[in-house]
């Protein structure tokens, strides 16, 4: 990981995207502290996909928690019956 400052990424930009197209993600920093990450497209799609599966998990296991327990699993049939008493 390579840490540039701000500074300098706005004077050599295309040097700081050429670091992070090579997979070595860059850290940014203003005033002495980290505050940006450059990272390859490849790279930020990935944390993105992640983040999201993240975001559904815990959604999954908050809706799992706010389920009534002991109810018996439905089979397909037994949604198929539903779902035809609902159409009629």
Known sequence: MQTLTSAKVQANFGAAADIAKSGEVVTITQYGRPALMLLS????????????????????????????????????????????????
């Open 41 to 88: 497209y490849k790279e930020g799609e990935e944390l993105l996909r992640l983040r999201a599966a993240a975001t559904m998990n815990r959604y999954l296991e908050g809706r799992a928690q706010t389920m009534p327990q002991g109810e018996p699993d439905l089979s397909m049939d037994d949604i198929n019956r539903l779902v035809h008493e609902l159409r009629t």
